[in-house]
């Protein structure tokens, strides 16, 4: 069907067996006056509606009439081939996996943040995140004047293994109501199923066919964010199966064609701080860490301290604000600090006021104690 056979439709509607079939050229609505048969005929909706069991032209049902909002896309959706789904799949076969910010300077970037669940190692370009873990990636190109696409793709890292689709293992992939090309890939958006805007693709019969996930974004901004989570291990053995994993995104027009390609490693796992610092290590590769403030050295040569009562070896302190190096260092002491005051307290049993003091003091000490572990992971 070519552009003049449709007349008052606002886009081009290609038949089905062409290559650049594409439901969504229909714009948001097809016009009342118009229906489309399942062969990809242009009807008159005067003389024949859409039946919804089997998608074709029926005449003796009930005429189901579109006012001024006319039909929507949704009620034609559902009668399209799979594979003519909008927007466009990706070709059948193993993805590129070069990486080319093409013309557009395409890019992507996992955003860290204080969310142990996930952590990215710019050194590995590497994403750690444990399963079900929403973690934010952030996609920016050069101003483009029409909406445009990032396809992300789970591939095989290591050349032995590309060829393979990665697929969810037995276990993680029972999801009830969940159509297998969604449940079967374990890369997901993590917005909920049927939000607009988000489209899956991959054919689950043909090995050949990799599963993806199609987000589209507005062309107004120049800055755009997605969140996705991971829905199997890399230690599933019907799965993954320790094999290297890493994401493809594809910066993709409404026809599929492709602008700009970047790739991130993935690891899947249950502490991805520990795996992260793992891989860092192996690779030689040494952390950032929060630098601490070296003490004023004219300062450091007297310690002030304010003597609250005055009994001797029974003064209650208060200590400046001092600097300490090492977590572990500030924990031992506050826990010898308690010790010795439990110990004192166990040696003037007979001093009820000395008791209440340490009793005191060894209540806030505690509380301290467990406020630092707490703040600190500890």
């Keep these: 069907m070519s552009y003049s056979d449709i007349g008052a439709l606002p886009q081009q509607v290609m038949e089905e067996d062409s290559p650049g079939f594409h439901l969504d050229l229909v714009d948001e609505y097809i016009k009342k006056d118009y229906m489309i048969s399942s062969s990809g005929a242009l009807i008159d909706a005067s003389e024949a509606v859409l039946n919804p069991s089997n998608g074709i032209i029926d005449p003796s049902d009930s005429l189901t009439y579109y006012e001024e909002e006319t039909m929507p896309v949704s009620s034609v959706a559902s009668h399209i081939p799979q594979e003519h789904a909008f927007p466009y799949p990706r070709p059948p076969g193993p993805p590129i996996q070069t990486v080319d910010r093409g013309r557009f300077n395409f890019t992507a970037k996992v955003t860290n943040n204080s969310n142990k669940k996930y952590l990215y190692s ?5 994403v750690y995140a444990d399963v079900n873990c929403d973690f934010a990636v952030q996609f920016n190109w050069e101003p483009i004047a029409e909406r445009m696409f990032v396809r992300a793709c789970v591939v095989f890292a290591d050349k032995e293994h590309a060829e393979k689709r990665v697929e969810c293992c037995m276990q993680h992939r029972h999801a009830p109501n969940v159509p297998d090309n969604i449940r079967l890939n374990i890369l997901r958006s993590s917005r909920e199923l049927g939000t607009q805007g988000v489209y899956y693709h991959g054919d689950p019969s043909s090995p050949d066919s990799w599963y993806s996930v199609v987000v589209e974004f507005n062309a107004s901004t120049r800055q755009r964010t997605h969140a996705y989570k991971f829905a199997c291990k890399n230690s599933c053995s019907t799965g993954i199966n320790r094999r290297s994993i890493q994401i493809l995104f594809t910066l993709e027009d409404i026809d599929g064609t492709v ?12 502490c991805p701080p520990r795996d992260c610092r793992k891989d860092e290590e192996t690779a030689g590769i040494q952390r950032s860490k929060k630098r601490v403030a070296k003490p004023d050295a004219a300062k450091s040569k007297k310690v002030k301290i304010e003597t609250l009562t005055n009994q001797g070896d029974e003064e209650i302190v208060t200590f400046p604000p001092v600097q300490v190096v090492g977590h572990n260092v500030v924990t031992a002491g506050l826990d010898i600090m308690v010790k010795m005051m439990e110990h004192g307290k166990s040696l003037k049993k007979d001093d009820p006021e000395y008791v209440h003091a340490c009793n005191i003091s060894i209540e806030n000490l505690k509380a ?5 572990r707490r703040d600190n992971g500890l």
């Design 368 to 372: 301290t104690l467990e406020q630092y």
């Design 259 to 270: 602008y700009g390609r970047q790739v991130i490693a993935a690891r899947i796992c249950s």
């Design 122 to 126: 710019e050194g590995l370009n590497k």
